[in-house]
């Protein structure tokens, strides 16, 4: 009688492993691509604001809170007098 080899049924867990993998994948890509966009758009809105008044001005008028964090931060670096100058040019 001759011998026959035994072999064992396909594990399903090695299908399943490479669906999981890529889509584990496409989400840790979509995440870095947000995150990427996200430092993009705030360097944008920091470099406008430092470089724009009447763009801080139109800021004051649609998101003050924005700018309000945008005076803190100058404000704990060291820069005063954006804030004054600005309320300055507001008023008069």
Do not use: W
Not at 46 to 75: A, G, H, W
Request: proline share 3%; hydrophobic share 35%.
């Amino acid at each position: 009688m001759k011998y026959m080899r035994h072999v064992p049924p396909q594990c399903t867990c090695s299908r399943m492993a490479r669906p999981m993998e890529t889509l584990a994948k496409k989400i840790l890509k979509g995440v870095s691509v947000a995150e990427l966009m996200g430092i993009f758009g705030a360097y944008f809105l920091l470099n406008k604001m430092n470089t724009r008044q009447d763009f801080r001005q139109t800021m004051s008028k649609k998101f003050l809170f924005i700018l309000e964090v945008y005076y803190k931060s100058i404000e704990q670096s060291g820069i005063y007098g954006t804030r004054e100058q600005d309320q300055e040019k507001m008023v008069g």
